[in-house]
Antibody
Framework: EVQLVQSGAEVKKSGESLKISCKGSGYNFAGYWVGWVRQRPGKGLEWMGVIYPDDSDTRYSPSFQGHVTFSVDKSNNTAYLQWRSLKASDTAMYYC??????????????WGQGTLVTVSS | DIVLTQSPGTLSLSPGDTATLSCRASETVTSNYLAWYQQRPGQAPRLLIYGASDRAAGIPDRFIGRGSGTDFTLSISRLEPEDFAVYYCQQYGRPTLTFGGGTKVEIK
């Protein structure tokens, strides 16, 4: 079974750093883009960007460029999303998803269960 | 970037009804690379439709995706209790993927 499992919920203060993870299993992790999506409380889905595990090629949505960093540990089938200095506005659920099939990076399927990040000011 | 506008924002229907959801793109979606996702409360999104009209694995044939170019629809026939959720469209034909704002299908 193709699966993505994300790390647990985090509670942080403004200005702190954070790195959350997304571990893939059941498929050739290195060969598929991994996408990240933000969902603020009560709001819709926002595409943040993608990373290609095989060579760490990274593409950010212009809205997120410079605010977050994607990385990957190919040997451990794990992708990461990182902040250097959190803000209260980063409070959201964050999802990773495997991008597959045709299209620029492919469709998002499956999705991880999400990691809730809460940032207090 | 392509802007996707979903309508209506909320659809109030009864079990057994048919839901028709719209997704309109600001520009032509390349090769109809348009997907639909379902998000139930407290859950992650789930892929329903890709390529505008292809059902993902395990998705019942009550879910039908149609459309091309800039206008797309998702129809859900014979609504079941588990279908009451929020639905998002997504285009994945350009370097910046984008989602629509979502349509909530609620019980009337």
């Amino acid at each position: 079974e193709v699966q993505l499992v994300q790390s647990g919920a985090e509670v942080k203060k403004s200005g702190e750093s954070l790195k959350i993870s997304c571990k893939g299993s059941g498929y050739n992790f290195a060969g598929y883009w991994v996408g990240w999506v933000r969902q603020r409380p009560g709001k819709g889905l926002e595409w943040m960007g993608v990373i290609y595990p095989d060579d760490s090629d990274t593409r950010y949505s212009p809205s997120f460029q410079g605010h977050v960093t994607f990385s990957v540990d190919k040997s451990n089938n794990t992708a990461y999303l990182q902040w250097r200095s959190l803000k209260a506005s980063d409070t959201a659920m964050y999802y990773c998803a495997r991008q597959g099939g045709v299209g620029y990076y492919g469709r998002s399927d499956p999705w991880g269960q999400g990691t809730l990040v809460t940032v207090s000011s | 970037d392509i802007v996707l506008t979903q309508s209506p924002g909320t659809l109030s229907l009864s079990p057994g009804d048919t839901a028709t959801l719209s997704c309109r793109a600001s520009e032509t979606v390349t090769s109809n690379y348009l997907a639909w996702y379902q998000q139930r409360p407290g859950q992650a999104p789930r892929l329903l439709i890709y390529g505008a009209s292809d059902r993902a694995a395990g998705i019942p044939d009550r879910f039908i995706g149609r459309g091309s170019g800039t206008d797309f629809t998702l129809s859900i026939s014979r609504l079941e209790p588990e279908d009451f959720a929020v639905y998002y469209c997504q285009q994945y034909g350009r370097p910046t993927l984008t989602f629509g704002g979502g349509t909530k299908v609620e019980i009337k």
